[in-house]
């Protein structure tokens, strides 16, 4: 017996089983069209969590002065210098990520920013160190996958390319 694109002349499958793995192909083709929301969705979440604390940085500066003084131990910066660069990361680099302009670059910063937050302040308990890993696996599933098609940076990318 002879198989059209079969070339180890197997039986064809049941009814039920090319049922299955039709439905199963419509399945991934519509996560595959939910991909850039998603990806988009993540990169929002993400940014809001590291705005939201720049912005409350800036809203009590002599608080945040005291903290990077007393409580956080951010090696080889004096406080006021690491209260500087921090506040700022936490502004500018999820303003990039929300664009989805040079993401990978923003997530990669953050993320750093992420595990010198955790290392810098030893009394983050349970709670806080598994927001802060949360946040860091979020920032690598969008520094390995890339910012999605709902980003500038895919959009530049096919205005340069041929």
Not at 140 to 153: E, I, K, M, N
Request: proline letters at 7%; aromatic letters at 8%.
């Amino acid at each position: 017996m002879h198989y059209v694109n079969n070339p180890l002349n197997l039986p064809a499958a049941p009814p039920a089983v090319r049922g299955a793995v039709d439905l199963g192909r419509r399945l991934v083709r519509g996560l595959d069209l939910l991909s850039p929301l998603v990806d988009l969705g993540l990169r929002l979440f993400v940014a809001a969590v590291f705005f939201q604390s720049g912005l409350t940085k800036l809203a009590s500066w002599d608080s945040t002065l005291a903290l990077f003084e007393n409580e956080y131990a951010v090696p080889l910066l004096p406080p006021e210098l690491a209260a500087l660069l921090g506040t700022g990361v936490e502004l500018f680099f999820p303003v990039l990520l929300v664009l989805g302009l040079g993401t990978r670059l923003a997530a990669f910063v953050l993320f750093v920013f992420n595990v010198v937050a955790v290392i810098s302040y030893p009394d983050l308990g349970a709670v806080g160190l598994k927001d802060h890993q949360t946040w860091g696996l979020l920032l690598l599933v969008t520094l390995t996958h890339g910012p999605g098609a709902l980003s500038l940076d895919r959009l530049i990318g096919r205005r340069v390319r041929p």
